[in-house]
């Protein structure tokens, strides 16, 4: 009895193997290998870091200095002269449109306001056409006060991958005339 | 005396004749007979096939009724010396939304018979209600397009990664065979779409994004991407590069009146 069943084992393994070596003779494979990439779009808002208001004391002290060369003769001149004294961004309200980066003037004057048609809203949106090349604008965050992200800005990555070129202005407007080629 | 003599040798004539006679026998069965041998080798009929080297690798992106596809630029494929691995290679993303509408990616490649193989096999169309098996889509790399520019989810500091870590999601995908196309050149393709699971996380990704200024600014840049359908890189979201291996198993499993041998023509 004993020896019945080891023998019926045996066939049944033999069977079995048979069977699997058979199986695994009629089939064959091809490894495919691929990298995918999947674009998911998504509306990217890029907020600005808040900058600290400026103490009036430095703001006085520097209006003299900055008035200077704006009643000179040479309205191009590198400046320091970026920046605008508040009466100004007062005297001349198109300058609130003009982007808060300080620049010099002859930057500004090959680069009209681009801050001023960037949309930060639009321009996070997916499938919006960009408008300002990469680096411009340094903060269009100025354009946008009215940003439902507070103190923050939003705005296109080039804008802010150009930040470290200029000095982004606080998001409170308080620089918002201070762009010689815009206030020419 | 005489007579004694005379009996031996009639005995050595005796046996002296019947030695001449059993030689002669010999020697003439020798002479008359020879010997063939025929070996043989029967085997069963072997199945080996492989990629071509040299051949239109496709890559698309079929709709689900199978009728219209659109198909990816610039494909290239890496086949290894046997033939048994390919590797394509396109530069092209996906936009989800075609995967999120149940469009399958479709891997094609074309087949040729291994050394000394005898090719048998089923010529079949994709039956998306019946999947072969599914595969996991593994994440590579996940990176951030915005304006056209590309910033890498790296651990640089910048912490992209962590804003983008909800997109660091293993994708699965069912997968169904085809082998199509004549047999001189026949293609085995694999079309892969997502599993429902799949579909929900893709439904659960954010669809906005806040990020900050200084994590672009640290975050490394990469080469710029281009979408299908897209003329410039210029839609904004996250690109994640996901890495697919799949087997193209191919069986005997065939039907007879649907047989197409490789070099043969048609089969009955």
């Known amino acids: 009895m004993k020896q019945a069943l080891h023998a019926a084992l045996l066939a049944g393994a033999t069977v ?3 069977t699997v070596i058979a199986w695994g003779y009629w089939i064959d494979s091809i490894q495919v290998k691929t990298d995918v990439t999947v674009l998911y779009p998504v509306k990217i808002t890029v907020t600005q870091p808040e900058k600290p208001p400026i103490p009036e004391e430095i703001l006085q002290e520097k209006a003299p200095l900055e008035d200077a060369p704006s009643d000179g003769a040479d309205p191009n001149a590198p400046s320091q002269g970026g920046e605008v004294s508040d009466t100004d961004e007062v005297t001349d309200p198109a300058d609130a449109q003009a982007p808060s980066q300080e620049k010099s003037g002859d930057e500004a004057a090959e680069k009209p306001a681009p801050g001023a048609s960037a949309e930060p809203v639009n321009s996070a949106d997916p499938g919006s056409q ?6 411009s604008g340094g903060s269009a965050s100025a ?4 940003e439902p992200t507070g103190g923050a800005a939003s705005g296109p990555a080039s804008d802010a991958g150009a930040a470290p070129s200029g000095e982004p202005s606080p998001a409170s407007g308080t620089d918002g005339g201070a762009h010689e080629g815009a206030s020419d | ?19 001449v006679s059993m030689t002669g026998v010999g020697a003439t069965y020798a002479g008359w007979s020879d010997t063939l041998n025929i070996h043989g080798k029967l085997t069963t009929a072997v199945f080996d096939m492989a990629a071509k080297a040299s051949g239109e690798y496709r890559v698309s992106l079929v709709e689900p009724g199978g009728r219209t596809s659109v198909d990816l630029s610039g494909v290239e494929a890496r086949t290894e010396k046997d033939g048994k691995s390919v590797e394509l290679l ?15 990616l479709c891997l094609s490649v074309p087949l040729e018979n291994g050394k000394g193989s005898f090719m048998n096999i089923r010529r079949y169309k994709p039956d998306f209600s019946n999947e072969w098996g599914q595969v996991t889509l593994q994440t590579e790399e996940i990176c951030l397009r915005l304006n056209g520019a590309v910033y890498l989810a790296e651990d640089g500091g910048s912490g992209l990664g962590n804003l983008l870590a909800a997109y660091d999601k293993p994708l699965r995908m069912a997968v169904c065979p085809s082998f199509e196309g004549e047999p001189e050149s026949m293609w085995g393709s694999l079309y892969l779409t997502l599993t429902e699971e799949s579909l929900g996380i893709l439904a659960a990704l954010p669809a906005e994004l806040e990020l900050s200024a200084e994590a672009l600014e640290l975050a490394p840049q990469g080469s710029p991407v281009r979408a299908v359908g897209e003329e410039t890189a210029e839609t904004n979201g996250i690109l994640v590069r996901y890495r697919c291996e799949v087997p193209l198993v191919m069986d005997q499993s065939y039907e007879p009146d649907l047989i197409a041998r490789a070099g043969e023509g048609e089969a009955a």
């Open chain 1, 16 to 18: 079995l193997g048979c």
């Open chain 1, 130 to 135: 960009p408008d300002s090349p990469a680096g």
């Open chain 1, 143 to 146: 354009d946008s006060p009215a």
């Open chain 2, 1 to 19: 005396m005489r007579t004694r003599g005379l009996r031996r040798s009639g005995k050595l004539f005796a046996l002296m004749l019947l030695a």
């Open chain 2, 90 to 104: 396109f530069s092209e993303g996906i936009p989800a939304d075609y995967m999120r509408e149940g469009y399958a």
